[in-house]
C-alpha cells in the first residue's frame, strides 16, 4: 500500500511502463537507478527530461538460495547470481543502460545500499566498461537535497561493501551451517542465525526467571492528611509510610504493619520539612532507529516491522497536492542523532514563530549519538518542519498520519528550550520517630513539552517497559500550601499488602532497547529479527509479550550446549565491532571471517557427532483427512505449524491449521486459517480460497484461547482495616 491507501501499481502497469521506456532512449541522457518504484517517481520529477529513473527493486544480485554459495576454502569468495525475482527487471535496466551518457547509483545511504550499487555497477560494466558510473546518496528525498547530491557525486565505497559482504556471509555459513543441524537432529522447517538465535536466547533465559521467581511479601502504609489550620473542607493529601528514625521502613509482613500502624494512630501528625526546587527536564534527541520502534510500539502499539514499512513509505514519496511527491522524512534507518545546521535553522525560524522567542534556545541542543554511530547519517526527522501533521492529515493513511506526527513532534522538540517544573517534597513526622513523606511537581514553563509532552507509558502487567531501569518522575500534582511545623489531621491510615514481581517480558520495544544496548544487530536488524522468531514459531505474542514456545526453548537449550561461543551476547556484539571496523577501513573483512569460522567449524563437528536426537513428533489432532478420512497431525514446516494427513506417504494431503472462526463474506461457509505471505507477514485467509479471497490481517481470539489469557500474578493482595484518626 502507498502511504495515502492506495494499491500500488500493478506489476502489469509497470511491465507495460517499462517495455516504453525500453523503446525510447535518446542519446545524451543519464539513467538513475534507485531502489523502489516509489521513490523513483519523487525523484524524476526533481530531475528533469535529461534523466530516466529507474528501479532496481532492492537486491538484483545475492548468494544462491539452494547452497551454500560461499567457497570457505578460497578467501570465502562468495558466488553471486541474480536472484530469480530481479531476471527481468536486470534484463530491462542493461536494454535502458545502452547508449546513457551517465549512470547515477542513487540505493539507500547504508551499508546495503552501498553493496546494492556495487551490484548494479558489475552488471553495467558487463554491458559498456567504458561508462561513467556515479554513486548519489541523499538522506532525504526533497528537490534541495537531490540536487545537492547530484553535484556532489562520488565512487562506490568498497570498505561499506566489504562490511556488507562480511556480515551477509557470515551470516550464511551460521544459517547454511546450523539449520541443516537442527533438522537432522529436531525436525524440519527450523533455522538459526546468527542474531536471531541470540535475541531468541535472551527471550528464553527471561521465560526462565520468571518461572524460577518466588515472590516476597512487602507491605507499606499510608496517611491520608490534612492541615488543622483550614477549613475542614481543605485539600488533603497521601503521604506514604518511609522511615523509622533515620532507618529505612521495611514492613515484612501483617503483624509488622500493624504493630506500626497502632502506634502511629496514637501520636499527632505535624509537618517535619518542606523542599522546593526547580528543575529542568531536556528534549530528548530525535529519532534514531531504535528509539523509533520503542517508541512507536509504547505510544502507538505498532510493531516494529509494522513501524518500519510505514517509514519506509514517507521517506520514498508521498503525493502532497500541488507539491507532488515528496518524501516526508528523512532515511529511517540510522544510528545516529545528527542534524543538518540548514534543518537547525528551519526549525529555529518554525519554533520563533510558531510558539514565541521564550521556546528556542540560544544555541541549537547538541545531543551525542552513541559509540559506533554513523555519523555521516542525520537522524529521523520532517524533510520540511514546515509541513506540519495537520497541514499533510488529507494525503496519509491513519496510521502513516500516526507515525509522521510522533516523527515531527519529536523533531520540533528536540530544537526547543527545556520545560523547567517545581519539585515538592513534604516530609510529615508521627510523634517524633515516624517519617512519612509526599512528592509532587507543578509545571513553570511549558518548553519543549508544547510540541511533545515527554509521558511515559505503563507497560502491561508482565511485559517489560521501554522505559526500565529509569528514574520515576514525581507525579504531576499540586500539593497544599503547608508550612514546617503545621500541625496535620489524619484522615485515614491504611496499611496495604504487596508481593514482589518477576522480570517482566519482553516486547518489541523492551527487546529493541536491549538488543541496542547489548550491541546485537544494527537498526536494519531489530524488526526482521522479531519477525523471524515469530514465523518459524520459536516465539508467540501474548498480550503485548514476546513468550518462547517449547520448540524456541529445545533449540536454544541445544544450541547453547553446543555453540557456546555463537550465542554468546558479548561475543555477538563484539563481531558486530569487527564489521564496523571493516566498514571503517580498520581490518580486511576475510580476516573477520578466518577468525570466527575456525572454532566454529570445531563446535560444529562436534555437535554433528555428540547432538542428541530430539525429533519433533507429530502432534495428533481432531482434524480428519478430507481424502482418506484419517486423522490430520499437526507438523512444523519451513513457514510455520501446518496439519498434514498420518497417512503421509500414501496420502499426502495438507491444509494450514484453522482458528475456529468461520469467514464472514456472506454465503461463503469457508473457515479462517492463519497463512504466512512470502515476506513472511502473517494473515488469516478464508480456506475457501481462491473461490473465496477474504483476507484480515488481524481475527478476534476465541474466549478459550490460551494466547489471550491473562497472566497468574500470584498471591491477590489484601489491606487493612481503615480506622478513623
Known amino acids: 500500500m502507498e502511504p495515502n491507501g492506495k494499491k500500488a501499481a500493478s506489476k502489469k502497469t509497470r511491465s507495460k511502463t517499462a517495455k516504453t521506456k525500453t523503446a525510447v532512449t535518446p542519446t545524451g541522457m543519464s539513467l538513475v537507478v534507485v531502489e523502489s518504484p ?18 532496481s527493486m532492492g537486491h538484483v ?37 545502452k547508449g546513457m551518457k551517465c549512470i547515477y547509483l542513487a540505493p539507500d545511504p547504508d551499508r546495503e545500499g552501498e553493496a546494492i550499487s556495487w551490484h548494479l555497477a558489475h552488471i ?32 562506490i565505497k568498497m570498505p561499506l561493501v566489504d562490511a556488507q559482504q562480511a556480515r551477509r556471509i557470515l551470516d550464511r555459513v551460521v544459517g547454511y551451517e546450523l539449520s541443516p543441524l537442527l533438522w537432522k537432529k529436531i525436525g524440519k522447517g527450523l533455522s538459526a542465525g546468527r ?13 526462565r526467571a520468571i518461572r524460577k521467581f518466588v515472590p516476597e511479601e512487602y507491605w507499606s502504609l499510608e496517611a491520608k492528611l490534612a492541615s488543622q489550620e483550614t477549613n475542614p473542607s481543605a485539600k488533603s493529601f497521601i503521604a506514604k509510610f518511609e522511615k523509622i528514625g533515620e532507618e529505612k521502613a521495611d514492613l515484612n509482613n501483617r503483624e509488622q504493619t500493624k504493630k506500626v500502624r497502632d502506634e502511629v494512630l496514637k501520636l499527632p501528625f505535624k509537618v517535619h520539612k518542606i523542599e522546593k526546587k526547580e528543575r529542568k527536564r531536556k528534549p530528548q534527541a530525535p529519532y534514531t532507529t531504535s528509539k523509533l520502534q520503542q517508541e512507536a510500539y509504547n505510544r502507538l502499539g505498532f510493531p516494529a516491522a509494522k513501524t518500519m514499512r510505514l517509514a519506509q513509505g514517507l521517506y520514498e514519496g508521498v503525493d502532497i497536492g500541488d507539491e507532488g511527491s515528496v518524501g516526508l522524512i528523512t532515511y529511517m534507518r540510522t544510528d545516529s542523532v545528527n542534524i543538518a545546521l540548514s534543518a537547525q535553522q528551519e526549525a529555529a525560524e518554525f519554533i520563533r514563530t510558531r510558539f514565541g522567542a521564550a521556546y528556542l534556545p540560544e544555541a541549537p541542543p547538541i545531543y551525542r549519538s552513541k559509540k559506533g554511530a554513523q555519523e555521516a547519517h542525520e537522524a529521523i526527522r520532517p524533510s520540511g518542519v514546515s509541513r506540519d501533521p495537520e497541514s499533510v492529515r488529507a494525503y496519509l493513511s491513519e496510521d502513516h498520519l500516526k507515525l509522521y506526527s510522533l516523527i515531527w513532534k519529536k523533531f520540533v522538540a528536540s530544537q526547543m528550550t527545556p520545560a523547567a517544573d517545581e519539585h515538592m517534597t513534604i516530609w510529615t513526622v508521627s510523634g517524633d520517630n515516624y ?18 509532552e515527554d509521558f511515559r507509558i505503563k507497560p502491561k502487567e508482565g511485559v517489560a517497559s521501554s522505559e526500565e531501569g529509569e528514574e520515576v518522575e514525581p507525579t504531576e500534582m499540586e500539593l497544599p500550601e503547608l508550612h514546617e511545623g503545621e500541625l496535620l489531621n489524619l484522615l485515614e491510615l491504611l496499611g496495604h499488602q504487596h508481593f514482589t514481581k518477576p522480570p517482566g517480558r519482553y516486547n518489541d520495544a523492551s527487546l529493541v532497547k ?8 544494527r537498526p ?21 509479550a514476546l513468550v518462547p514456545a517449547e520448540l524456541g526453548e529445545t533449540v536454544i537449550e541445544m544450541l547453547v550446549e553446543y555453540f557456546p561461543k555463537v550465542l554468546d551476547v558479548e561475543f555477538t556484539a563484539a563481531m558486530e565491532e569487527e564489521l564496523d571496523k571493516v566498514e571503517d577501513g580498520q581490518v580486511e573483512w576475510v580476516s573477520v ?23 519433533l513428533e507429530p502432534k495428533p489432532t481432531e482434524f480428519k483427512c478430507k481424502l482418506c478420512e484419517k486423522h490430520l497431525v499437526e507438523k512444523m514446516g519451513r513457514f510455520g505449524k501446518f496439519l498434514a494427513c498420518s497417512g503421509f506417504p500414501e496420502c499426502k494431503h495438507t491444509r494450514s491449521i484453522p482458528t475456529g472462526l468461520f469467514c464472514p463474506e456472506p454465503d461463503c461457509g469457508g473457515e479462517l486459517v492463519k497463512r504466512r505471505s512470502k515476506q513472511r507477514r502473517t494473515f488469516f485467509g478464508c480456506s475457501n480460497y481462491p473461490k473465496c479471497t477474504y483476507i484480515a490481517n488481524k481475527v478476534e481470539k476465541k474466549d478459550d484461547d490460551s494466547e489471550n489469557e491473562e497472566d497468574d500474578d500470584g498471591p491477590s493482595p489484601a489491606k487493612l482495616e481503615t480506622l478513623g484518626p
Not at 435 to 452: E, I
Not at 595 to 611: D, H, I, K, S
Request: proline letters at 3%.
Open 524 to 544: 536494519s536488524t531489530y524488526a526482521p529479527t522479531i519477525m523471524t522468531l515469530l514465523a518459524r514459531d520459536y516465539v508467540f505474542r501474548k498480550g503485548g
Open 195 to 207: 542474531v536471531q538465535s541470540v535475541a531468541l536466547r535472551l527471550i528464553v533465559e527471561r521465560e
Open 593 to 615: 571471517l578466518k577468525e570466527f569460522y575456525a572454532p566454529f567449524l570445531l563446535n560444529l563437528n562436534v555437535a554433528r557427532e555428540q547432538m542428541k536426537n530430539f525429533k
Open 61 to 97: 544480485r545475492d548468494l544462491p538460495k539452494s547452497k551454500m554459495g560461499v567457497d570457505i576454502e578460497h578467501n570465502f569468495e562468495p558466488h553471486y547470481i541474480i536472484v530469480s525475482k530481479a531476471r527481468k527487471t536486470v534484463s530491462h535496466l542493461k536494454k535502458v543502460a
Open 124 to 155: 553495467f560494466k558487463e554491458i559498456d566498461a567504458e561508462i561513467p558510473i556515479r554513486r548519489v546518496v541523499f538522506n532525504e528525498i526533497t528537490k534541495e537535497a537531490v540536487k545537492k547530491a547530484f553535484d556532489n557525486t562520488r565512487e
Open 38 to 55: 516509489a521513490k523513483a517517481k519523487t525523484i524524476n520529477k526533481y530531475l528533469g527530461r535529461d534523466f530516466l529513473v529507474e528501479a
Open 514 to 521: 536491549v538488543l541496542e544496548e547489548k550491541g546485537i544487530g
Open 435 to 452: 517519617f512519612f513523606k509526599t512528592t509532587g511537581k507543578r509545571n513553570l514553563f511549558r518548553g519543549f513539552t508544547a510540541a511533545f
